[in-house]
């Protein structure tokens, strides 16, 4: 079973930039289609970014086109989600999941989660 590890979430000011990672210790996380979400106080989780296990993209959430961006590194076994000109609206715990599945499809159950990383956003 996947163990998803996210981590580098932490305060930034607006305009700023962040790396998050999602990690994985014991299975190759290539074999896997792995999307970002985000879920802020009081809303539903949002949907942002999708990497396919042969390598697709595609971004869910209109809100993020042209500011994050989704890769991975097989030698790392992680995938990770490039955050840039951060706004206080993207302030939210951002989590990782991941199926065994070769396509991105929003609609997918997701059956492993990481533990989330806080990404703050304030001046």
């Known amino acids: 079973q996947l163990q998803l590890v996210e981590s580098g979430g932490g305060l930034v000011q607006p305009e700023g930039s962040l790396k998050l990672s999602c990690s994985e210790s014991?299975?190759?996380?290539?074999?896997?289609?792995v999307s970002w979400f985000r879920q802020a106080p009081g809303k539903e989780r949002e949907g942002l970014l999708c990497?396919?296990?042969?390598?697709?993209?595609?971004v869910y959430s209109d809100s993020v086109q042209g500011r994050f961006s989704i890769s991975r590194d097989t030698a790392k076994n992680t995938v990770y989600l490039q955050l840039n000109s951060l706004k206080p609206e993207d302030t939210a715990i951002y989590y990782c999941?991941?199926?065994?599945?070769?396509?991105?499809?929003?609609?997918?159950?997701?059956?492993?989660w990481g533990q989330g990383t806080q990404v703050t956003v304030s001046s």
């Open positions: 999941a991941a199926v065994w599945m070769n396509t991105c499809n929003y609609d997918s159950t997701w059956p492993y």
């Open positions: 014991n299975f190759p996380l290539d074999d896997y289609t």
């Open positions: 990497i396919s296990s042969i390598g697709g993209t595609k």
